[in-house]
């Protein structure tokens, strides 16, 4: 088996996106000895899809759960898998898996950098950038991803309801907007 260097031991430097993506399998596969559930329930993406993200990124690898299907997904997941891909701006496997690994990776409770066992958010905002540039361009105001996520979704004219905050009367706006 590969071993990802640790994410916390990582200096700055520029984002590279296949090392990006073995953070998150890294920090899939600690949550799977960690017995959270399957791989494909932590990253939620079928085996078969596991298995070609890993053939694209980390040939050798072994991974379990290949033979499981892609788990179940939530409305709250799912609405932002669809504005994921919508916003990023191309049509790759590359995309479809990110996008999938960031809308499961966002109903986890911490900053979805952390979530994802990312060193940092520029990391994240690095991967996106790399892997779904129209997503990155469409957040310039650099609201932290999971706010951004949710406030995209919410100013659809369909939802009438909306859990967000109002960010230009929330006292906590400079946190999310603040820079990587």
């Known amino acids: 088996m ?26 899939g596969l600690r949550e799977c000895a960690a017995g959270l559930g399957p791989l494909t329930a932590r990253l939620g993406l079928s085996g078969a899809d596991l ?25 709250d997941q799912q609405a932002i898998e669809t504005l994921i891909l919508w916003r990023a701006g191309v049509a790759t496997p590359e995309a479809r898996w990110l996008a999938a690994i960031l809308a499961r990776r966002s109903m986890e409770t911490r900053h979805l950098w ?28 650099n609201m932290r991803w999971k706010k951004f996520f949710y406030r995209q979704i919410c100013s ?3 939802f009438s309801l909306c859990l967000s905050p109002s960010c230009d009367d929330c006292d906590e706006r400079a946190a999310c907007f603040a820079p990587d």
């Open 2 to 27: 590969l071993h990802f260097p640790d994410p916390f031991a990582t200096g700055p430097g520029p984002v590279i996106p296949a090392e990006a993506l073995g953070f998150i399998l890294a920090q």
């Open 51 to 75: 298995a070609a993200l890993r053939d694209r990124f980390a040939p050798g690898l072994e991974l379990p759960d290949l033979d499981l299907p892609r788990p179940e997904a939530g409305p």
């Open 114 to 141: 952390e979530d994802l066992g990312l060193p940092s958010r520029p990391w994240l905002s690095g991967m996106i950038a790399h892997f779904l540039p129209g997503l990155a361009a469409a957040n310039a105001r």
């Open 156 to 158: 659809d004219a369909a």
